[in-house]
């Protein structure tokens, strides 16, 4: 059986990407980059170790020493973990941020692909296996969006690909054609949170790929701790790019938006 890397963050994706892995016959190696991963990931790899992301030597260790010369990257590890002092870094990782021109998300992941490619292991595409979780264009919940709904998603949509293509996020939140909140380093869910309280309840939510996506890596994903967090602040619709983006849990995520009266399309 072929051997692939699995680098694991915080979510479900890095689950349904190893049990799909798993079912067409593949042996997955992977390594836990934070915490709190979940728990039933072990349950769908082949071997997994728990090794901080700052700890560079100690990964591509495990993966030469497993025979890994492919991986991808799935789950959430946010960037401000590398701010807070929590992380230890090895000397090399500590040399890459070093020599870097700035911090963006792009800068930072390249840097990462290029070590692996120094070690002789190429990154893939994050949809490779699990392209059966890519939205498709159209409503996905029972209610359409009405014609305001309709504008703020069209407006959302333009937004989030303005912010995408400054490498800053893939995420705005919106109400009556006015930005809310702009996602930066904080994540998405405190984006939605923080939007949706400024915004009073009824704001609309868009994710999207950025205008020149690397699908080796932060490709974007909405799954149920989006949708709760839009319940949390009262959100009304959710627009996300037909094509790019992977809907997690697809059918609980649909059940929460249909039981609190949100719209989500795919455009």
């Not at 991808?72 to 040399?95: A, P, Q, S, W, Y």
């Not at 989030?160 to 380093?185: F, P």
């Not at 994540?187 to 309280?197: A, F, N, S």
């Not at 890596?217 to 949708?227: L, R």
């Amino acid at each position: 059986m072929e051997r692939i890397g699995l680098l694991a963050g915080v979510g479900k994706l890095p689950v349904e990407f190893a049990r799909a892995a798993k079912g067409m016959g593949f042996n997955v190696f992977t390594v836990a980059l934070v915490e709190s991963v979940e728990k039933e990931l072990a349950e769908h790899v082949e071997k997994i170790e728990k090794i901080g992301v700052g700890q560079l030597d100690t990964i591509f260790e495990f993966l030469k020493q497993n025979n890994i010369t492919r991986v991808t990257m799935l789950g959430k590890v946010t960037k401000e973990l590398m701010f807070d002092g929590k992380v230890m870094l090895d000397d090399r990782m500590k040399k890459i941020l070093a020599a870097l021109p700035d911090n963006n998300d792009d800068t930072l992941m390249l840097a990462f692909v290029r070590e692996l490619a120094i070690e002789g292991i190429a990154v893939f595409d994050q949809t490779a296996l699990i392209r059966s979780l890519i939205v498709k264009e159209g409503t996905l919940t029972e209610r359409e969006p009405n014609v305001d709904e309709k504008a703020d998603m069209e407006f959302g949509f333009k937004m989030a690909k303005a912010i995408g293509g400054l490498d800053i996020g893939q995420t705005v939140v919106v109400k009556n054609l006015a930005v809310m909140a702009v996602e930066a380093i904080e994540g998405t869910d405190e984006c939605i949170l923080r939007g949706g309280k400024l915004g009073r309840g009824g704001v609309v939510v868009a994710k999207v790929a950025k205008p020149k996506q690397d699908v080796r890596f932060d490709v974007p994903a909405v799954g149920i701790k989006t949708i709760e967090s839009m319940c949390t602040v009262g959100a009304k619709a959710l627009v996300m790019e037909a094509g790019k983006t992977i809907l997690v849990e697809k059918e609980k995520v649909l059940e929460i938006a249909n039981e609190n009266g949100i719209t989500i399309v795919a455009l």
